[in-house]
């Protein structure tokens, strides 16, 4: 299956600086080989007279680009004139332009879905612009069919909506940042890659799943990773590559392998309040003796010092992981909502975020989405929380009650988590007070950073 591994290079804006980033393709082809293709989001030419100038060399032919490049529309009003149609063409030798959307299906079987520009804010949209149609054209044909299992690579200048959550933050004003419709044409499409610009970072969130625990059948996860501005001062990252089998050509059961750092779908209509990471290894189900090892849209933000770059990767679910950002402390003991705004929410306002949970370092025997699970013990699974048998039990009625999600205490839950675990409690009282018997519950947390809720029971008497 090996000739079937592609090498791709992605790229974050160019905004005219052409010749800086063939020169780093051509030093990066000449240290680590040749790469199939190179994939670049946001806006690839720049106003400058001097930018112009760069383009028109490789326009006339003077200069050519080193490897097969593929770039989206504009996504600004002023680089709209270099696109002579919205249906794609080829700009200059061996620099293509997708076109305003679709999907783009090459001879190895490699299948990008693309969309180009920014959301539209008025009918009709302006050239620069997708529009709620463009989404609708790309989406309905794909998943209208039993076969579709999603697209190896998703292109979009925007972010996503609210792709950070449940993953690590990125160094943006999460208010102004990503569009709602990306966000449902990412959750519709499912990408292996999902590659975005426009905001000037490099950030590359945790990798998400695409169905739910133990109600779905096991999908392949998928990565977004935002990609920085060509030649930017504060060098940031603007180029990523990797290795991708196509989806066609993988084993069922390799392309559905999950990474110990997967998170749950940021994009889930009334999704559960589950950041789905691992903690360090402890105890399970309480048997300690087992052990195992655009500030606005536009505007460039200036945070993170990744050099420019690449590094290897393999699309088969081995990954890059970006670094772990403190979400900020929110302060006494007011419960916050993760309310879901996607989709069909066009507001730009998003709910406070609750502290992120401690940063786990290994496999959790508690999360539920964790290979660690013995789910022989799990009795009941609701939205947010589960309720299992305590593998060393003290009493014969020894059970646990835990959230879903990967959270240390209860002072640390969103308020519907809460209230699933209050409906938890009471219909175990009223099961056990008909059989003359008084529940005791307790929080326990020792050794362990995934919250377990003990229940014993006792005699009732009076």
Not at 47 to 68: F, L, R, T, V
Not at 223 to 235: Q, S, Y
Request: proline share 6%.
């Amino acid at each position: 299956m090996g000739e079937q591994t592609l090498r791709v290079l992605a790229c974050g804006d160019v905004e005219g600086r052409i010749d800086a980033l063939f020169n780093r393709v051509r030093t990066i082809q000449k240290k680590s080989g040749q790469f199939d293709l190179l994939l670049c989001v946001g806006d690839f030419f720049g106003s400058s007279a001097e930018a112009q100038k760069e383009w028109e060399q490789y326009k006339s032919g003077a200069k050519k680009a080193p490897i097969h490049t593929y770039v989206l529309g504009a996504a600004s009003h002023e680089t709209v004139k270099f696109f002579p149609s919205a249906d794609g063409c080829e700009l200059a030798d061996n620099i293509i332009y997708l076109g305003r959307r679709g999907i783009f299906t090459g001879a190895s079987g490699l299948q990008i879905a693309y969309v180009s520009g920014r959301e539209a804010q008025q009918e009709p949209a302006p050239a620069h612009c997708f529009s709620p149609k463009d989404v609708a054209a790309l989406v309905e044909p794909l998943v209208s069919t039993s076969k579709f299992k999603g697209v190896d690579i998703l292109l979009t200048s925007q972010w996503p909506r609210g792709v950070w959550q449940y993953g690590n933050n990125p160094e943006v004003d999460t208010r102004y940042c990503g569009v709602s419709s990306i966000a449902y044409l990412a959750y519709q499409l499912k990408p292996r890659y999902h590659f975005a610009g426009v905001e000037g970072v490099n950030y590359e969130r945790l990798p998400y799943r695409n169905h739910v625990v133990l109600q779905e059948n096991a999908q392949h996860t998928s990565r977004f990773i935002a990609l920085a501005t060509v030649n930017n001062p504060a060098k940031k990252k603007y180029l990523y590559a990797f290795n991708i089998v196509p989806m066609k050509h993988m084993d069922p059961a390799e392309l559905v392998k999950q990474p110990q750092d997967v998170t749950e779908n940021p994009y889930r209509k009334g999704r559960r309040d589950t950041p789905a990471e691992e903690e360090p290894a402890s105890q399970f189900f309480f048997d300690l003796g087992k052990k195992k090892p655009q500030h606005q849209r536009q505007h460039h933000h200036h945070q993170q010092h990744h050099h420019q770059g690449h590094q290897g990767h393999q699309g088969q679910g081995q990954g890059h992981q970006g670094q772990g950002q403190d979400q900020g402390q929110w302060q006494g003991r007011k419960r916050p909502s993760d309310a879901d705004q996607f989709p069909g929410d066009q507001q730009h306002q998003h709910p406070k975020q609750p502290r992120k949970p401690p940063q786990p370092t290994g496999p959790c025997w508690f999360c539920l989405a964790s290979p660690e699970v013995e789910k022989q013990l799990v009795v009941s699974i609701g939205t947010h929380c589960y309720m299992a048998v305590a593998k060393g039990c003290l009493t014969p009625d020894h059970l646990l009650i835990l959230p879903i999600g990967h959270y240390q205490s209860v002072v640390e839950l969103a308020g519907e988590v809460v209230e699933e675990l209050e409906k938890y409690k009471g219909a175990v009282r009223k099961f056990y007070k008909s059989l003359g018997k008084r529940c005791v519950l307790f929080e326990r947390n020792y050794r362990s950073q995934h919250l377990q809720l003990q229940l014993h029971t006792t005699v009732f008497t009076i």
